[in-house]
């Protein structure tokens, strides 16, 4: 029996085989059949064989360094990010691209033509238990990510568009591709003409550099070839919230086990359903990552362990209300859209904070709800503005604006033991921020103001305004960020957590939320010029910032006359 191991160290002993008996000449007709004459030259003359590449899956590092040992490749450890194919397996498995730790490594290996080239290694890494079995499995058989490559030896626009048009003549198909950030280079991804002799499916031009303007055309023109495809997947989108908000609702997660697979019938009798529609509503989770079958039933994955209640991190009273009041009113986004009138307001009669107050049970799991991207906040306490204020002879205060249950207040006063905090909310929200921070013993280090923004504690240092500004229009910020200013004496830092439209027209949450906030609160998310120009309305100045996970920033602000001091 072939193990594992052996079987990724039999293809990449044939891979570094490959690139040292290739050159550029000979592989191009290869994979291209018909291209001679002039255009193989120029093609030749602009790129060069580069490497070939495949997908191996250690269960460690250590697993890793020994396949490398095995095939005479050296290699520095551990292995750089790989972005792109990671977010490729992410789309063809349906997984979460942060559950897939791929890495990319490039050792040398010296073609019989005496050229230095490379053997490319993805490593997805696939540790016991973790569920990516069947994943490795698929991989290994399709080899979609093994192909060759060239590089583009002197990048510039004309020329790369003229080698991927010269390409497409002779039979290429574009096959996606990516930006590099880690490394500054652009990966452009083809299918090899029909007829192929080489072996390989898939060819890569990887040009050093920023050239995402050519490849947006590139990866439309993949796209275009499989239209109905693409919009089905996005049709059902609204399966997939469901989906995971019954998976939460029913606490099938509670009932489950990251460990060890629990057997469907045992799930729908601690759960109350029945076991024939709780394993079809599984087998649907396990395309989406959140949980994983195999022979003993099924078992959480790292994602889905987030919908437990009071987990670590725990995310289940956001998917509650993604699945509950905010999925029923994006059901009135063309209204939103046709009339102004927030689709919220039109089905529930109120906007909604007064809707949620009114309900208790609904008011806690919307707070609940503002904690559950608490990743956003992990590196807000290390802020400069709130470290400085840690190191102040006399103290210092920190004023969280609208601070929800006291989720962020609490982190930043963990990370600064010297520091105070005031944590303003509205009264039933206040009441249970207060309750929160006595729990986790810094009650003692809090005070808790109940009121609207119009009674802005005076005299704090850092002043924190998180997610607060998105939930309003334009006059509305402006107002709350004068009562910010006016509490605000010449020394304090003011830092705004948001998320912040890109200029680029890059893919980001924030233009999802800036959809969402227009449908269910009225408000919107903004690019960070617009945001300068609210706090210079209100006497404000913004001063720097900062990137945070899930896309957040934290933009850190100033009184105008003091922001260059």
Same mark, same amino acid.
């Given at each position: 029996m072939i193990t594992t191991l052996s079987g990724d160290t039999s293809r990449l002993l044939a891979t570094v085989d490959f690139v040292k008996e290739q050159d550029t000449a000979t592989l191009l007709p290869l994979l291209f059949p018909g291209l001679d004459g002039p255009e193989l030259r120029t093609l030749a003359e602009h790129c060069r064989f580069s490497h070939a590449a495949l997908l191996v899956f250690p269960s460690d590092e250590a697993e890793l360094r020994a396949m490398l040992t095995d095939c005479g490749l050296v290699a520095a450890l551990p292995p750089q990010p790989s972005v792109v194919v990671r977010e490729r397996l992410a789309v063809r498995h349906r997984r979460p691209a942060a559950e897939l730790d791929v890495g990319i490594l490039r050792p040398a290996v010296t073609g019989a033509d005496g050229a230095h080239r490379m053997v490319e290694v993805f490593a997805l890494?696939?540790?016991?238990?973790?569920?990516?079995?069947? =994943? /490795? /499995?698929?991989?290994r058989e399709r080899q979609h990510e093994a192909h060759v490559a060239f590089e583009v030896v002197a990048p510039d626009p004309l020329v790369l568009r003229g080698l991927c048009a010269t390409l497409a003549r002779y039979g290429a198909t574009p096959?996606?591709?990516?930006?590099?950030? *880690? %490394?500054?280079? #652009?990966?452009?991804?083809?299918?090899?003409?029909?007829? #192929?002799? /080489?072996?390989?499916?898939?060819? %890569?031009l990887y040009v050093p550099g920023d050239h995402?303007?050519?490849?947006?055309?590139?990866?439309?023109?993949?796209?275009?070839?499989?239209?109905? %495809? #693409?919009?089905l997947r996005l049709l059902t989108g609204a399966w997939t919230t469901q989906a995971l908000s019954a998976f939460a609702q029913l606490r099938v997660p509670d009932a489950m086990n990251s460990e060890r697979g629990v057997g469907v019938d045992e799930l729908a009798r601690a759960v109350g359903a029945r076991p024939r529609n709780l394993a079809t509503l599984l087998r649907y989770l396990v395309m989406l990552g959140a949980v994983t079958e195999g022979s003993d039933g099924f078992r959480l994955t790292e994602s889905g362990a987030l919908l437990r209640a009071g987990a670590p991190g725990s995310m289940r009273a956001l998917a509650l209300m993604y699945g509950g009041p905010f999925y029923e009113s994006f059901a009135a986004l063309g *209204? #939103? &859209?046709?009339?102004?009138?927030? /689709?919220? %307001?039109?089905l529930f009669g109120e906007n909604h904070f007064d809707h949620f107050a009114r309900d208790p049970q609904l008011a806690e799991l919307f707070d609940q709800? =503002?904690?559950?991207?608490?990743? =956003?906040?992990?590196? &807000?306490?290390? *802020?400069?503005?709130?470290?400085?204020?840690?190191?102040?002879?006399?103290?210092?205060?920190?004023?969280?604006?609208?601070?929800?249950?006291?989720?962020?207040?609490?982190?930043?006063?963990?990370? *600064?033991?010297?520091?105070?905090?005031v944590l303003l909310e509205r009264p039933h929200a206040v009441e249970a921020a207060r309750r929160r921070l006595e729990e986790t013993g810094f009650g003692t280090r809090c005070a808790f103001v109940a009121g609207d923004f119009a009674d802005m504690p005076a005299g704090g240092d850092v002043y924190v305004l998180s997610r607060i500004l998105h939930d309003w229009d334009d006059e509305r910020c402006r107002e709350i960020l004068r009562h910010c200013a006016r509490a605000m004496p010449d020394h304090a830092?003011?830092?705004? &957590?948001?998320?912040?439209?890109?200029?680029?027209?890059?893919?980001?949450?924030?233009t999802a939320w800036d959809l969402h906030m227009m449908c269910n609160v009225g408000g919107r998310e903004r690019h960070a010029a617009h945001y300068e120009r609210l706090f210079a309305d209100a006497g404000l100045a913004l001063v720097g910032q900062s990137r945070l996970p899930l896309d957040g920033y934290v933009l850190h602000v100033r009184k105008a006359r003091s922001a260059s001091a």
């Open positions: 890494t696939v540790p016991p238990g973790s569920g990516l079995d069947a =994943m /490795a /499995a698929a991989e096959d996606g591709g990516g930006y590099n950030l *880690h %490394e500054n280079g #652009t990966v452009f991804y083809f299918g090899a003409a029909a007829e #192929t002799k /080489a072996g390989y499916r898939r060819v %890569e995402r303007d050519i490849l947006d055309a590139h990866l439309a023109e993949h796209r275009a070839r499989q239209p109905a %495809e #693409t919009l *209204h #939103t &859209v046709r009339t102004g009138q927030v /689709a919220f %307001e039109h709800s =503002m904690a559950a991207g608490s990743a =956003m906040f992990d590196p &807000v306490p290390a *802020h400069p503005a709130l470290t400085a204020a840690a190191e102040a002879a006399d103290g210092a205060t920190v004023v969280d604006v609208a601070g929800g249950n006291g989720e962020l207040l609490g982190r930043i006063l963990a990370a *600064h033991p010297r520091l105070n905090g830092d003011l830092l705004v &957590v948001e998320r912040v439209l890109p200029c680029d027209g890059s893919v980001s949450l924030a």
